[in-house]
T-cell receptor, first 115, second 113 residues
Framework: DTGVSQNPRHKITKRGQNVTFRCDPISEHNRLYWYRQTLGQGPEFLTYFQNEAQLEKSRLLSDRFSAERPKGSFSTLEIQRTEQGDSAMYLC?????????????FGSGTQLSVL | EDQVTQSPEALRLQEGESSSLNCSYTVSGLRGLFWYRQDPGKGPEFLFTLYSAGEEKEKERLKATLTKKESFLHITAPKPEDSATYLCAVQTPYGGSQGNLIFGKGTKLSVKP
């Protein structure tokens, strides 16, 4: 399977715990995005990497959230001191740069439940 | 504030019953409008990109059109396997990176045999 891979698929945690998610993009894609999706809503942009550089962060990404992409390959998203409002599907997407049409390829997401 | 609104929220069709989904947008400028399909428990899957009013794109039973204020996704003679949530998203010139999209809430389509 050469698509975007996300692990774990599901994560249940208690409020106040830290969690980390991993995303492995399509191998030749140098752009990587994290989105968050809650039930009944569309995905919301969180952050963007080009290679290893984090170039853009949404105001939704509070200081409890941190994302990294060491060596420009896989990426991790960590949430510290989780809150019930963090419960959502966390989606990763990757793409190739394009002057006309940047098509995002999404993974199947990590479903986070904070109890 | 840039906004994307999709209607209806849910649509139930009989197999073979054609219909349209609507996506209206209010944005400061439009770089592109995207349609994605999302199956339960999966991430969105790219369908189309439209750039300018009057543009149309087709793929199998789906046809997307764009005007200055809205886009339609027409589904001709749908089959049960077309059941999914269809998401509309826009990219604006002031929205940062090309992949920073503003999504609507989606239309959940159910096609009964």
């Amino acid at each position: 399977d050469t698509g975007v891979s996300q692990n774990p698929r599901h994560k249940i945690t208690k409020r106040g715990q830290n969690v980390t998610f991993r995303c492995d993009p399509i191998s030749e894609h140098n752009r990587l995005y994290w989105y968050r999706q809650t039930l009944g809503q569309g995905p919301e942009f969180l952050t963007y990497f080009q290679n290893e550089a984090q170039l853009e962060k949404s105001r939704l990404l509070s200081d409890r959230f941190s994302a990294e992409r060491p060596k420009g390959s896989f990426s991790t998203l960590e949430i510290q001191r989780t809150e019930q409002g963090d419960s959502a599907m966390y989606l990763c997407a990757s793409s190739l740069p394009s002057t006309t049409n940047e098509k995002l390829f999404f993974g199947s997401g990590t479903q986070l439940s904070v109890l | 504030e840039d906004q994307v609104t999709q209607s209806p929220e849910a649509l139930r069709l009989q197999e073979g019953e054609s219909s349209s989904l609507n996506c209206s947008y209010t944005v400061s400028g439009l770089r592109g409008l995207f349609w994605y399909r999302q199956d339960p428990g999966k991430g969105p899957e790219f369908l189309f990109t439209l750039y300018s009013a009057g543009e149309e794109k087709e793929k199998e039973r789906l046809k997307a059109t764009l005007t200055k204020k809205e886009s339609f996704l027409h589904i001709t003679a749908p089959k049960p396997e077309d059941s999914a949530t269809y998401l509309c998203a826009v990219q604006t010139p002031y929205g940062g990176s090309q992949g920073n999209l503003i999504f609507g809430k989606g239309t959940k389509l159910s096609v009964k045999p």
